[in-house]
DNA sequence: CTAACGTTTGTCCAATCGGTCAAAAAATTG
DNA sequence: CAATTTTTTGACCGATTGGACAAACGTTAG
């Protein structure tokens, strides 16, 4: 090996690294980066922590690979939204596409969630520049569809805010959302209910009037 | 003395532990418990971590402090929220209080945040109790309204989740919101906008029909 | 002034932190 | 098989952590 960190060539490090990623996604997205130690994750990755750097040879390395994998996933469902089909059906869509992702990936909504409220200090360029250019772009097509009719006059940014508010809410707050609701209502079929409840929110939120 | 922390007797024990409760506030909102150290409270405060440590013996004490009072703050909103008014106008009114929480005292949400992220392990029991009766008594006076007809009908659990989720956004997700408005949309107006979208939103969401 | 009490600090400690390193063990290659 | 390379581990390091403690300092009442 030449170089410094192993790059992944070989089957046993392509492996270990999923290995690696997956504990530390657990561990990170319920502490924090500060939080997180390479011992918790390197027990919950099954190894000796030395194994562990041998792989990532520093903490922040494990957490920027772990960043740069989340966002791709992150933005896609926005990137989705378009001017191909009906603006509510596209809006609609898009609301239970979040929703998914918050019933499926809820560990990469803590993580993301984690990062932000600490002051995103490791993707603030990101937010600035990625993310916005993506807002930006896609309240154009919302006020397009706002000016056509078929939406409701309204904040297309706020919009936005508040589908991404709604949704990952299930993720991130996930844990007061089962005790609120309580053995019998906090079951699987809370995502049923929230999609419902969402779908009705904006739909006729949204409806244009006259 | 006869006990082992002071207990806010003199009037520099009073100041003081305002002092440090002001910093932890400022600490632990940022950096989650296990993320803060005693020694950045204590230079937050302005003092040396043997003196802080003289007024909260251990730094949970701290965090528990604070966790008292921010609770007691945090339902207040909720717990106002009852069967006097008009529907839409208390509906409207919840919905404007929480957003001026989260403008007015965006550490505190942060700080439940949190908590709630990493899953509550030290409020596990008031989500349970106190916030869980809380919620289930306002879900009885929302289905009311529902019943009466002056409310669409709804489910009032995640209705109540809505309010939450969009309100607490723009004191959790501050950072986030900032970037993606950008300088110009991003200053102080946004709580104004956010205000007129979220009204607009939840009361044509609710308009109930016919 | 002095005794008693409240406050502050410097020093210290054991535990834990992120990370290194050399050597052992395992896997791969010829 | 032996030689080489990759993987794993135990021991270790300096820095930081939460916290203890006694001594020093400040304040106040008699």
Same mark, same amino acid.
């Given at each position: 090996?030449?170089?410094?960190?192993?790059?992944?060539?070989?089957?046993?490090?392509?492996?270990?690294?999923?290995?690696?990623?997956?504990?530390?996604?657990?561990?990170?997205?319920?502490?924090?980066?500060?939080?997180?130690?390479?011992?918790?994750?390197?027990?919950?990755?099954?190894?000796?922590? !030395?194994?562990?750097?041998?792989?990532?040879?520093?903490?922040?390395?494990?957490?920027?690979?772990?960043?740069?994998?989340?966002?791709?996933?992150?933005?896609?469902?926005?990137?989705?939204?378009?001017?191909?089909?009906?603006?509510?059906?596209?809006?609609?869509?898009?609301?239970?596409?979040?929703?998914?992702?918050?019933?499926?990936?809820?560990?990469?909504?803590?993580?993301?969630?984690?990062?932000?409220?600490?002051?995103?200090?490791?993707?603030?360029?990101?937010?600035?520049?990625?993310?916005?250019?993506?807002?930006?772009?896609?309240?154009?097509?919302?006020?397009?569809?706002?000016?056509?009719?078929?939406?409701?006059?309204?904040?297309?940014?706020?919009?936005?805010?508040?589908?991404?508010?709604?949704?990952?809410?299930?993720?991130?707050?996930?844990?007061?959302?089962?005790?609120?609701?309580? !053995?019998?209502?906090?079951?699987?079929?809370?995502?049923?209910?929230?999609?419902?409840?969402?779908?009705?929110?904006?739909?006729?939120?949204?409806?244009?009037?006259?």
């Amino acid at each position: 090996m030449e170089g410094s960190t192993p790059r992944g060539r070989t089957r046993i490090q392509k492996e270990k690294r999923e290995v690696i990623l997956e504990a530390a996604l657990e561990v990170f997205s319920t502490n924090g980066f500060r939080g997180s130690t390479i011992d918790q994750i390197a027990e919950a990755a099954g190894m000796s922590k !030395p194994n562990l750097l041998y792989y990532f040879r520093r903490k922040e390395d494990i957490h920027e690979t772990l960043m740069h994998r989340l966002l791709e996933t992150w933005l896609a469902p926005l990137k989705e939204l378009d001017n191909i089909g009906d603006p509510m059906t596209e809006l609609r869509s898009y609301i239970r596409r979040k929703l998914e992702m918050a019933r499926d990936f809820p560990r990469e909504s803590r993580l993301f969630a984690n990062e932000i409220l600490q002051g995103a200090p490791r993707i603030m360029a990101m937010l600035e520049g990625e993310l916005k250019t993506l807002v930006d772009e896609k309240v154009e097509v919302i006020k397009g569809w706002m000016r056509s009719g078929k939406v409701a006059q309204a904040d297309p940014w706020h919009l936005i805010f508040a589908i991404w508010a709604t949704t990952q809410h299930y993720a991130d707050f996930d844990v007061q959302v089962r005790a609120v609701l309580g !053995p019998d209502r906090g079951g699987e079929g809370r995502f049923e209910d929230a999609a419902r409840f969402l779908e009705q929110l904006f739909v006729e939120g949204l409806r244009p009037k006259g």
